[in-house]
């Protein structure tokens, strides 16, 4: 099971938008809801920031949203702040194995 | 709240043995998963295996078959993940992280244990 795509890196100015893209096949982000992103800082324990595609945690903050088209997720950081610069993994449930695969992450930069 | 405590580091020879905890407390460990994840120095996360606690039910990564075996005593609360002869190529950082059974996403995290294999 290879890493789902993700970008490398995404960049943009405080009070922007950014999108980061994740995706996958049929077999795993296109085949069911259960697609999550994690926020880590550098030298930190993962955070979950998104569950189910659309849904965020109890005090992660209504700026991070997530969505769904096919084979592909994304997540969408609004109104960006300096301490939203962090690396970024969408991370997906596997039907087939069943198991779980990571994207291969994105580093976001707040110019 | 859920909470998973790991040991910090463990310093290791090529060859040597090592298993390293996962301890968790806060939740009914009867509907609870725990996953292992690797970060190799400076790349991303990678999953290893998950764990269910009621029954044992491991699934491993194909990557990662052979590579290491989880493990879980639920007298003790915790899981584990072990390593017969380590490479160098171990070195990294390893988490276990937590799910609610049914659920597919994992919303607590250990520190990590950082494992070094130098001879």
């Known amino acids: 099971q290879s890493a789902l795509t993700q970008p490398a890196s995404v960049s943009g100015s405080p009070g922007q938008s950014i999108t980061i893209s994740c995706t996958g096949t049929?077999?795993?982000?296109?085949?069911?809801?259960?697609v999550s992103w994690y926020q880590q800082h550098p030298g930190k324990v993962p955070k979950l920031m998104i569950y189910?595609?659309?849904n965020r945690p109890s005090g992660v903050s209504n700026r991070f949203s997530g969505s769904k088209s096919g084979n592909t997720a994304s997540l969408t950081i609004s109104g960006l702040q300096a301490e939203d610069e962090a690396d970024y993994y969408c991370?997906?449930?596997?039907?087939?194995?069943?198991?779980?695969?990571f994207g291969s992450g994105t580093k976001v930069t707040v110019l | 709240e859920v909470q998973l405590v790991q040991p910090g580091v463990e310093v290791k020879k090529p060859g040597e043995s090592l298993k390293i905890s996962c301890k968790v407390s806060?939740?009914?460990?009867?509907?609870?998963?725990i996953g292992w994840v690797r970060q190799m120095p400076g790349k991303g996360l990678e999953w290893m295996g998950i764990?269910?606690?009621?029954?044992?039910?491991?699934r491993y990564s194909p990557s990662f078959r052979g590579q290491g075996t989880i493990s879980a005593d639920k007298s003790i609360f915790t899981a584990h993940l072990q390593w017969n002869s380590l490479k160098a190529s171990d070195t990294a950082l390893y988490y276990c992280?937590?799910?609610?059974?049914?659920?597919?996403?994992?919303?607590?995290w250990g520190q990590g244990t950082l494992v070094t294999v130098s001879s």
């Open positions: 992280a937590g799910a609610v059974a049914g659920t597919s996403w994992f919303d607590a």
């Open positions: 806060g939740y009914s460990l009867t509907s609870y998963w």
């Open positions: 764990i269910h606690f009621a029954d044992s039910d491991t």
């Open positions: 049929s077999r795993d982000v296109g085949g069911h809801n259960h």
């Open positions: 189910d595609v659309t």
């Open positions: 991370n997906s449930y596997i039907s087939s194995s069943p198991n779980y695969v």
